[in-house]
């Protein structure tokens, strides 16, 4: 045992020599995870359907670490099956895999649209089911790499008015596992990040509504919402060694919301 414990180190956290994807990777919660991936070491490929991604760039060349922009709308299956292909050209391989990209639509369910309901699961669910089989497929031939999923406080709650959102992240958590029990032999780690309220262009709508953000904030015992840098630390453990052993679990990160 002495001789194991011996063996560790703060190296395990290091991302030195590794390449990652990370679809919506160019604002947000998305950015923020390149960023964290390119301060531990790793290469970023960048995937987002808008070409606003200059802050990207430069957070991450300011980090010593190359970064590649495609851009891409994940509803477009063909796009969606280059990505991994496109990162073995640029980069000769893939090891970490961050499937952030997402769309919420809210309305009342007796007024919901069926082309909502499509159009959220598409970006949420099919593209995050393909993109990570192309993923797995190379992995498996290093024998080794990390996909991680986002998650959230909706796949353990229904929530009101995004029933494809709540639907799409159940299902998001479904497939974390369902990838871990298949991939672990092949030394590849499947978890998921549930974040809680984090402030973002996607919950602008519900901070701007003074009932709604106030009730939201009496639940949280940190008493704030979070901020996309409170998401850094733990999508760097989930892509470094440190997590080996770490397989098919979905991680909250709410400032306690959950266990209120």
Not at 1 to 15: A, I
Not at 35 to 48: C, H, M, S, T, Y
Not at 191 to 197: E, L, R
Not at 239 to 255: P, Q, R
Request: with cysteine; charged share 25%.
């Amino acid at each position: 045992m002495s001789n194991e414990l011996n063996t560790f180190s703060l190296d395990f956290f290091s991302l030195k020599g590794k390449v990652a994807i990370v679809t919506g990777g160019n604002k947000g919660l998305g950015q923020a995870y390149a960023v964290a991936l390119a301060k531990a070491g790793a290469d970023l490929f960048i995937v987002a359907r808008s070409g606003d991604w200059l802050e990207s760039k430069k957070l991450i060349e300011e980090s010593g670490q190359r970064v590649v922009f495609f851009q891409a709308d994940l509803s477009d299956r063909t796009k969606v099956k280059q990505i991994v292909s496109e990162c073995i050209k640029e980069f000769g391989r893939i090891d970490i895999l961050v499937n952030n990209a997402g769309v919420i639509r809210r309305a009342p369910l007796l007024e919901y649209k069926e082309e909502d309901w499509d159009d959220v699961m598409e970006i949420n669910l099919n593209s995050l089911y393909l993109l990570s089989q192309e993923a797995a497929k190379r992995m498996v031939k290093q024998k080794s790499g990390k996909i991680i999923n986002i998650a959230s406080m909706l796949s353990f709650q229904g929530g009101k008015f995004v029933p494809p959102y709540t639907a799409s992240k159940h299902a998001v958590a479904g497939l974390t596992k369902a990838f871990a029990n298949e991939l672990a032999e092949h030394n590849i780690q499947i978890n998921a990040i549930a974040p809680g309220y984090i402030a973002t262009d996607n919950t602008a709508p519900i901070r701007a509504d003074e009932k709604r953000n106030g009730e939201i904030l009496s639940r949280i015992p940190t008493g704030r919402w979070a901020s996309p840098a409170d998401l850094m630390g733990v999508v760097v453990f989930l892509a470094c060694e440190a997590s080996n052993y770490m397989n098919g679990h979905v991680l909250t990160v709410d400032g306690g919301w959950l266990a209120r």
